[in-house]
């Protein structure tokens, strides 16, 4: 087994492994808890951790999350919808509001 991704937010280590599932990569989330007992661990060592169980996987699961975490960051600005005014993160390319499509 080989440790791929670790971070402070339990949600973020969780979509995670549910990417590397959904590709076939079996994996197993550790330390889901252990944000309970912060200040008798080191807070580093009471994140939540992502572990591939087949060490041939490591790289591929690594490549994986490191691909789409650059995609995330480097998706764009944040935009205005045209139709309605609506406020919306840069990774959304339709307007929850009402709907209509991100232009240009």
Not at 52 to 76: M, N
Request: aromatic share 8%; glycine share 8%; proline share 4%.
């Amino acid at each position: 087994m080989k440790r791929v991704y670790r971070a402070e937010l339990l949600p973020d280590v969780g979509h995670w492994k549910n990417v590397l599932e959904l590709r076939g990569i079996a994996c197993e989330l550790r330390h889901a808890h252990l944000s309970s007992i912060v200040g008798e661990l080191p807070w580093l060592e009471s994140w939540p951790e992502l572990w591939v169980l087949d060490d041939r996987d490591e790289a591929l699961a690594v490549r994986i999350i490191r691909h789409g975490r650059d995609h995330t960051l480097a998706s764009g600005d944040p935009w205005i919808c045209t139709s309605c005014g609506e406020y919306l993160e840069a990774q959304f390319t339709t307007c929850w509001s009402c709907g209509s499509d991100r232009a240009g």
